[in-house]
């Protein structure tokens, strides 16, 4: 019994200071020079120690970058360039300009020429972390220029069916408010929505906010594109509940 009782006790010490060192850790933890701390360098060694995984076999980000942006080329008339006919990746020829450097706006008959060949190849959801703002007038030889490209990728984003659009929040007249996108695209995009995250201290992301419930109460990019990405699911479950 004497030995029972030595070994319950044994057990219950350990417990009680496990569950004490956990409490305290997570105490610190809500310091926030603490956390930071444990962020830049316990998720780090972490993620060291795990070692690099294979992403999503599912899943294609395309970047839009300085690389991608020196590797294409459109027509050196003003009009065909932004009517992005004939474009040219890789070599460009004699008849041919790079695009402008990013992070200037490229033309968006480009976005709508990327939109058609993911649907062509069956991409269930399409997500654009860009925020397609209404643009002022480009008088062309045939008429207002960016209103004929937003028609463009409107027309290709609703042909899509499942393409959702980041939006911005701002500040106006000391209010959060979203900001305003260009009607035509907004309209034939499943839904938009903005895509905030939080930074560390050395810029690195480590999260994110699904739900925005202060200010400007939303769901964020993210949850909407899961949201699309399950679409299928609701029907079913509509009908079950």
């Excluded at 305290?24 to 809500?30: E, H, P, Q, S």
């Excluded at 020079?33 to 070692?51: K, Y």
């Amino acid at each position: 019994m004497n030995v029972l009782a030595t070994n319950m006790k044994s057990i219950w010490t350990t417990v009680a200071a496990g569950v004490a060192a956990g409490a305290i850790c997570a105490a610190l933890l809500l310091i926030p020079p603490i956390h930071d701390l444990e962020e830049a360098v316990g998720l780090r060694w972490l993620f060291n120690l795990r070692g690099p995984i294979k992403p999503p076999g599912s899943i294609v980000m395309i970047a839009m970058s300085h690389e991608a942006a020196a590797n294409m080329f459109l027509p050196r008339d003003p009009e065909k360039f932004q009517r992005c006919e004939d474009p040219v990746v890789g070599t460009a020829p004699s008849t041919h300009v790079s695009l402008p450097s990013m992070p200037a706006r490229c033309p968006r008959c480009l976005h709508a020429g990327l939109v058609k060949k993911l649907a062509d190849a069956g991409a269930r959801l399409i997500a654009f972390d860009v925020l397609f703002r209404q643009r002022p007038a480009l008088a062309g030889a045939s008429g207002d220029l960016n209103a004929w490209q937003d028609e463009a990728l409107a027309s290709e984003l609703a042909a899509a069916g499942r393409a959702v659009i980041a939006q911005r929040l701002e500040l106006v007249d000391g209010r959060e408010a979203l900001a305003d996108l260009s009607p035509p695209i907004a309209r034939a995009a499943l839904g938009s929505a903005p895509f905030p995250i939080i930074p560390a201290q050395d810029r690195r992301v480590d999260r994110f906010v699904a739900f925005k419930e202060s200010g400007q109460a939303t769901p964020t990019l993210p949850v909407i594109a899961m949201q699309t990405y399950a679409l299928d699911a609701y029907p079913p479950l509509v009908e079950f509940l």
